[in-house]
C-alpha cells in the first residue's frame, strides 16, 4: 500500500504559479513512476504529468507542456508539480498518483491515487 497526501492548492489569478506537493509513505517505489491528474467540474478526470521514479523520464499532456513542470526528490519521497503561467482552464482538483511498474512512462497508469488539491485560477 502508498499513501499519498497532497498539498500546495489554492486560489491564484491567471499568469501566476503555484507549485503541488506530494507526500508518498509506505511502500518503496523503484521501478514505477509519480504523476499528476486533474478533473475540472463537469469534466472526465486527464492526465497531466508522469515522471520516473529512477531517472529523467518525463511525460506531459499537450496542454501543459512548457508551462508545468514535474519533479520529485527521492530522498524526501515527495513529488513536485510546478504550474507557471497558470490559465483560468486549469481550475481543477489535482491528483497526485503513483504507477508501480512502467516501461515506457507514456504508458503511466496509476495504480494509487491520493485525495486531491484544489486549485482555482480566476481571470
Known amino acids: 500500500q502508498v499513501q499519498l497526501v497532497e498539498s500546495g492548492g489554492g486560489l491564484v489569478q491567471a499568469g501566476e504559479s503555484l507549485r503541488l506537493s506530494c507526500a508518498a509513505s509506505?511502500?518503496?517505489?523503484?521501478?514505477?513512476?509519480m504523476g499528476w491528474f486533474r478533473q475540472a467540474p463537469g469534466k472526465e478526470r486527464e492526465f497531466v504529468a508522469a515522471?520516473?521514479?529512477?531517472?529523467?523520464?518525463?511525460y506531459y499532456a499537450d496542454s501543459v507542456k512548457g508551462r508545468f513542470t514535474i519533479s520529485r526528490d527521492n530522498a524526501k519521497k515527495t513529488g513536485y508539480l510546478q504550474m507557471n503561467s497558470l490559465k483560468p482552464e486549469d481550475t481543477a482538483v489535482y491528483y497526485c498518483?503513483?504507477?508501480?511498474?512502467?516501461?515506457?512512462?507514456?504508458?503511466?497508469?496509476?495504480?494509487?491515487w491520493g485525495q486531491g488539491t484544489q486549485v482555482a485560477v480566476s481571470s
Open positions: 509506505g511502500r518503496t517505489i523503484v521501478n514505477g513512476a
Open positions: 498518483t503513483v504507477d508501480f511498474f512502467v516501461t515506457a512512462i507514456e504508458t503511466f497508469r496509476p495504480d494509487y
Open positions: 515522471i520516473r521514479w529512477s531517472g529523467a523520464n518525463t
